[in-house]
């Protein structure tokens, strides 16, 4: 979009004054903006490039000041064009977590997210200005692996049967979801979206944040749909959490069976979703890289529906037609 550089361009210079700079892609994400990097005098700047026909930067600036306020370490907001649909932000670097995973620094890495998580979900404000994770769209999000996925992508035409199946196991799902306790939801806490930084880690991409099940974020960063952990050590690390949790007065709920459920087929629904929307990014947006991440995303979803029976009609579905 060179129009939209050329604007963009034009708004560092005139309207914000920047020194002469350089500017480079410094990343793009699923959705259609697009991130550059502004370097000049030594300091560097990260500039987000949303169309504002395609996407609202509102609620970025809306949520990075909740997070900030909390003590998180994410962008911070320095100028902003909301007509044009652009922004200019720190610079959390260019290190993500997954690039930085390895058996040795994990736990480090881990200990230093859940750290973050923990005050997110402690001290960031969760209240009317964030979208509630209600049941239209926890189904909405799953009703995308049903048409991008099983429809688009492998062209399946259910039966009715098999449609009944999904419905049921939808349904499951949300209600699982809405009995959570409700907290401030990233929404996308995972490490393509960690910084590995000073203040580590930096929280990128939280503008879609919501207020809902507390175990939704716990479940993006430990079963990430880009890297797979050993299930034993996963449950380990949740536990932890859980116990924090009750610790700082998030949680009540002493049960740890009760949360590892919880936690389970939080997985299962955002992992349905996740598949959905990778077919939808290739088909409909033309980024097919990320069909690479539906067989480890899809692996999850089987291995948790075998450890429940109320889900096993969801497995046997998936082992017959994909």
């Given at each position: 979009m060179p129009e939209r550089l050329n604007l963009l361009t034009h708004w560092l210079k005139n309207d914000l004054g920047l020194p002469a700079f350089d500017i480079a892609p410094a990343s793009?994400?699923?959705?259609?903006?697009?991130?550059?990097?502004?370097?000049?005098?030594?300091?560097?700047?990260?500039?987000?490039?949303?169309?504002?026909?395609k996407e609202n930067i509102?609620?970025?600036?809306?949520?990075?000041?909740?997070?900030?306020?909390a003590g998180l370490n994410v962008p911070e907001v320095l100028a902003s064009d909301i007509e044009q649909g652009f922004l200019l932000l720190s610079d959390l670097g260019s290190?993500?977590?997954?690039?930085?995973?390895?058996?040795?620094?994990?736990?480090?890495?881990?200990?230093?997210?859940l750290d973050a998580l923990a005050l997110i979900q402690s001290r960031a404000v969760c209240d009317d200005t964030l979208p509630p994770y209600d049941r239209s769209l926890l189904l909405q999000e799953m009703e995308l692996f049903r048409e991008w996925y099983l429809g688009w992508h492998l062209g399946l035409e259910l039966s009715e049967q098999e449609q009944n199946i999904l419905n049921e196991a939808f349904s499951?799902?949300?209600?699982?979801?809405?009995?959570?306790?409700?907290?401030?939801?990233?929404?996308?806490?995972?490490?393509?979206?960690?910084?590995?930084?000073?203040?580590?880690?930096?929280?990128?991409?939280?503008?879609?944040?919501v207020?809902?099940?507390?175990?939704?974020?716990?479940?993006?960063?430990?079963?990430?749909?880009?890297?797979?952990?050993?299930?034993?050590?996963?449950?380990?690390?949740?536990?932890?959490f859980h116990q924090r949790s009750l610790d700082n007065g998030v949680l009540n709920i002493q049960d740890k069976e009760q949360f590892l459920r919880w936690f389970d087929l939080m997985g299962v629904q955002r992992h349905l979703k996740a598949i959905g929307i990778f077919a939808r990014l290739n088909h409909r947006d033309g980024k097919p890289g990320y069909l690479d991440d539906i067989p480890r995303t899809l692996t999850y979803v089987q291995e948790v529906c075998r450890r429940y029976p109320r889900l096993s009609a969801l497995d046997g579905l998936i082992q017959a037609r994909l």
């Open positions: 793009a994400d699923a959705s259609f903006r697009r991130y550059f990097r502004v370097s000049f005098n030594g300091e560097t700047r990260i500039v987000m490039d949303a169309p504002p026909d509102e609620p970025f600036m809306h949520t990075s000041k909740l997070l900030h306020d290190e993500q977590y997954l690039a930085a995973l390895n058996e040795e620094s994990v736990d480090r890495l881990y200990a230093d997210a499951l799902l949300a209600e699982n979801a809405l009995e959570q306790p409700q907290v401030f939801v990233h929404r996308d806490y995972h490490s393509r979206n960690l910084m590995v930084c000073e203040n580590n880690p930096g929280i990128l991409d939280f503008q879609d944040a207020a809902g099940p507390v175990t939704y974020d716990l479940v993006s960063l430990l079963r990430d749909c880009y890297i797979t952990w050993p299930r034993e050590q996963v449950e380990a690390w949740a536990l932890g």
